[in-house]
């Protein structure tokens, strides 16, 4: 802990890195206002990195002795260590994780440990801390979201053949394959993977070299750096490089579109849930149960992926917002750039965790979706097109099938209890081999078109989404 100071509510601003021309300190309050370790203590390994290469660096262009980079680089080991282990204390009196390993290497190796920040600043430090731990946290989301997309593959494909419900307004539309319905989401987190690497690709730039704003006079080796740091390139323009922070948007729109589909998932996964529908039964493990109704079993965890959709789009305003009046070239305000997208990172992590495990753990009623695909005269636009096919104008067929839609309705019947004889009689270019037309199977058979729900095209759907997941995989492993 920092002394206390002369008056009681004052820190010691010449004990802060940059006490040096202060007189006077922020009193505690305001201290605290202005810190961000609580948010950016998580970016400590990067942080430690980052002054490792930093410091080999500096030795290699001569700018401080290789004693001094080996001192500094073992002390930022041990401190890592100590953090790792959880030994490490954080003093609220620093600012941030740049100052608190700063002075605490200072303390533990003396006057090397002052050398470290030569021809750095922490406005070019906290980007390129910033960059590397984004690096991370999208590998990290990349791959659960290849997780994600193997669980409702294998559901896909092990339920291939059951027929269900195809709604548009959420009214019956046409009887589609679950194995469609599914895929279609399998697709969805695929472009999601695919925002989640553009975002890694949008922070593996060095902003390091650019110190304050206008580069350093000493002979930094940015590219050095670069290599060390497993940066694939160096930012060209040392203003943009400390006040850009357009990886980070990426990252936390690659969130909210993510989001958005798990959201979405969710509300189907409620619905067919339901008693109404009954199409799924999730697994106890991820459901819960009333304090007063003993029946429920309630889709919680559904509903809480749902709901906090919202506050990783908030996230992503946030930042926005955040950056939309600054001049370049740092300002504090970015500091508030981070705790939105940890946050944003965090909640799509554990929802995909808690999705991933719903997919695999949930049962599908084959049988309730047949039926649900039988209701609702789904087969219509295929009466009609038979009809077509023996020569009756297409609006002419619309009106007869329209008709005898409007017949089954009032008697509590579906197209599939007519028998051919019943068909005739309202038309009779319907022939026996009208049954056909309305066999809910066929229905969906016939849909050949590439991508389409008929039982073909899904089997190269899926022969295609396979070979996507696995040289995604492959490209992730690399
Ligand atoms: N904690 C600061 C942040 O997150 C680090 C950069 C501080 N730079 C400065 N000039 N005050 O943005």
Redesign the pocket.
Same mark, same amino acid.
Do not use: A, F, L
């Given at each position: 802990m920092h002394e206390t100071s002369s008056t009681e509510e004052s820190t010691h601003a010449s004990e802060a890195l940059w006490g040096g021309r202060f007189e006077d300190s922020p009193t505690e309050f305001t201290q605290a206002f202005g810190a961000?370790l609580p948010v950016?203590k998580r970016m400590w390994e990067s942080d430690i990195e980052g002054s490792k290469a930093h410091a080999l660096m500096l030795a290699r262009q001569g700018v401080i002795s290789n004693e001094d980079a080996d001192a500094i680089r073992s002390g930022l080991d041990a401190i890592g260590a100590q953090i790792e282990d959880g030994d490490f204390e954080f003093d609220i009196d620093d600012?941030?994780i740049?100052m608190s390993i700063e002075r605490n290497l200072t303390e533990a190796i003396g006057a090397a440990g002052g050398r470290l920040h030569t021809g750095r600043s922490?406005?070019d430090q906290?980007a390129t801390d910033a960059r590397h731990h984004a690096k991370k946290l999208s590998d990290g989301l990349a791959h659960q979201m290849l997780d994600l997309r193997g669980a409702l593959l294998d559901m896909a494909q092990e339920h291939f053949g059951v027929v269900m419900p195809g709604y548009t307004h959420m009214q019956k539309a046409q009887p589609v394959l679950f194995s469609h319905h599914m895929l279609a989401y399998y697709w969805m987190f695929t472009r999601d993977f695919e925002r989640l690497r553009a975002a890694y690709r949008a922070a593996d730039v060095l902003p390091l070299g650019s110190a304050a704003l206008a580069g350093t006079t000493y002979p930094l080796d940015r590219h050095f750096v670069a290599d060390e740091l497993d940066f694939a390139g160096v930012a060209e323009n040392s203003m943009d490089a400390v006040s850009d922070r357009d990886f980070l948007l990426d990252l936390s729109y690659a969130c909210a579109v993510a989001m958005m589909h798990l959201s979405r998932l969710c509300e189907e996964l409620i619905y067919w849930s339901s008693n109404e529908f009954g199409f799924i039964r999730l697994s106890d493990a991820y459901s819960t149960g009333s304090s007063i109704m003993p029946q429920k079993k309630n889709p919680d965890f559904a509903e809480l992926i749902r709901g906090k959709t919202g506050r990783v789009y908030g996230d992503l305003m946030a930042l926005l917002t955040t950056m939309k009046g600054l001049p370049l070239a740092?300002n !504090?305000d970015?500091?508030e750039d !981070?705790e939105g997208v940890f946050d944003a990172v965090d909640t799509l992590g554990n929802s995909l965790v808690v999705m991933t495990g719903m997919i695999r753990t949930m049962q599908v009623n084959e049988d309730a979706m047949r039926a649900g695909a039988l209701g609702g005269f789904m087969a219509a636009t295929d009466l009609a097109d038979y009809l077509v096919g023996a020569g009756v104008p297409f609006r002419e067929a619309h009106a007869i099938v329209g008709k005898l839609v409007l017949e089954c309705e009032k008697q509590g019947r579906t197209l599939q209890d007519l028998s051919a004889s019943e068909l005739a009689a309202i038309d009779e270019r319907f022939e026996a081999d009208a049954l056909e037309a309305v066999d809910i199977d066929k229905v969906v058979e016939r849909r050949t078109t590439y991508g389409a729900t008929g039982h073909e095209a899904v089997k190269v759907q899926l022969d295609h989404a396979r070979e996507s997941l696995a040289a995604d995989t492959r490209a992730m492993a690399d």
């Open positions: 961000s950016d600012e941030d740049h922490r406005n906290v740092y !504090k970015m500091q !981070k």
